[in-house]
């Protein structure tokens, strides 16, 4: 059997690896992108990201203009002024908090993943293949790689890219001693309609502020709002404001063009409950979980937390990878939460996954348009995106710490 030949061959098709591949077609790569479901209703999906200045850099970069001006269209505004109170609805002074960081300038925009999706999908067709549940690879002595799949189908590559999240496979077979790690911390995090706010008398100081609820004792809570305007979407046929795949889900988690306050909250291990019980209960039940262990805080919270979607409400382990691997370079490498999985604090996951994304795509084109060895190219790609990656592991796991673990120590804090 011939088995069929690509020079990058991508797997997985979250943001990193659709980014990487609209680089690597917009400069002349041949490129294809096999990604095991046709449609991504992973929990998470149903959140909008905060977008950094490394992400739009690199979607500047690896985007048509059309597409980029789109991504500029349909971004969310958040509030840029923040405010701190206690469970009793008093204002608490923020003297002593971290100041701004360089890139935080862009932290009021926001991008719903589902609508980055619909966009770093289109003009793709016949480049991303669904469906395609990667096995193993084999490096064959051309220095190419042999990547297999579950339907017994085969793709030949110069270069197998993992891009296939924090459980990847790929990085399985070429790190197999590298380890994820729990960090002890449980999330709980709900969205309610700006329409139901204003319908239920939710206060304007949940809504139009980031506001950090801080407890005299006890775990935070941290909330803000997504304003997108839904005429934009119109603007664009590739667009549509509720994706497709979304449609027989029932609730409001998946809606990407509706406005919304957003909150978070965040646990040690068996504070709320066990996992197992935890990791069985429902949106409603976890509400109630959630309402019951806040029950003396004042009215106003509670009454946010109270009329939030039930299926917006879902109940995480926060993990982590374990930076500082470093491997010979070769025919197969990784991008994104393959290789740098972080925390959700400092929204720096989604953006270090496309910023990879444009270091990869100037490697490869000086590889294939400037004569630049391609083993060379990989290698250097590769230092870069651990520097950076490995940076953004540590801050994101360290920023957990000092939040959560604010008034009440957390029982284990990893080491990394």
Not at 210 to 233: C, E, F, K, Q, W
Not at 284 to 292: D, P, Y
Request: glycine share 8%; proline share 5%.
């Amino acid at each position: 059997m011939t088995i069929p030949f690509v020079d990058v061959a991508i797997i997985g098709g979250g943001p990193g690896g659709l980014a990487l591949a609209q680089g690597l077609k917009k400069n002349g790569i041949d490129t294809a992108v096999f990604e095991r479901d046709p449609v991504r209703s992973d929990y998470v999906q149903g959140f909008r990201m905060r977008i950094r200045q490394r992400g739009i850099d690199a979607l500047q970069t690896n985007l048509p203009p059309h597409l980029y001006q789109a991504f500029l269209d349909t971004l969310g505004l958040a509030p840029i002024e923040n405010l701190i109170l206690d469970e009793q609805f008093s204002r608490l002074d923020d003297a002593g908090q971290a100041t701004r960081e360089s890139e935080d300038t862009h932290l009021e925009k926001s991008v719903s993943r589902i609508t980055l999706r619909q966009i770093l999908l289109s003009g793709l067709d016949g480049i991303v293949h669904t469906g395609k549940r990667f096995e193993r690879y084999e490096t064959l002595p051309d220095d190419t790689v042999v990547a297999h799949f579950s339907d017994g189908s085969a793709i030949r590559a110069n270069l197998l890219v993992g891009a296939d999240g924090a459980g990847s496979t790929v990085r399985c077979q070429l790190l197999p001693d590298l380890k994820s790690i729990d960090t002890g911390v449980r999330r709980l995090a709900g969205k309610i309609t700006l329409d139901v706010a204003a319908r239920h008398d939710v206060s304007p100081l949940l809504t139009e502020f980031n506001t950090n609820i801080r407890p005299r004792d006890g775990r935070g809570l941290m909330i803000t709002s997504h304003r997108v305007d839904p005429s934009a979407y119109a603007r664009y046929d590739f667009l549509s404001a509720e994706d497709r795949g979304h449609r027989a889900i029932p609730g409001f988690h998946f809606n990407n063009s509706t406005s919304y306050t957003w909150w978070n909250t965040a646990y040690d291990t068996d504070e709320l409950g066990p996992d197992e019980v935890l990791e069985r209960l429902g949106g409603a039940a976890l509400l109630e979980t959630l309402l019951q262990r806040i029950r003396h805080w004042d009215e106003r919270i509670l009454k946010l937390i109270r009329h939030s979607d039930p299926s917006t409400v879902a109940f995480l382990k926060v993990k982590s990878s374990t930076p500082g691997a470093v491997w010979q370079s070769g025919p197969v490498t990784l991008l994104g939460d393959a290789i740098h999985a972080m925390t959700y604090f400092r929204a720096l996951g989604g953006n270090t996954a496309l910023y990879d994304s444009g270091l990869l795509v100037r490697e490869l084109v000086a590889a294939r348009r400037h004569g630049k060895p391609l083993l060379a190219s990989v290698n250097d790609y590769e230092s870069a995106m651990r520097e950076h990656g490995y940076e953004a592991v540590r801050s994101s796991l360290s920023a957990m710490q000092r939040n959560v673990g604010a008034n009440r120590p957390l029982k284990a804090i990893p080491t990394l």
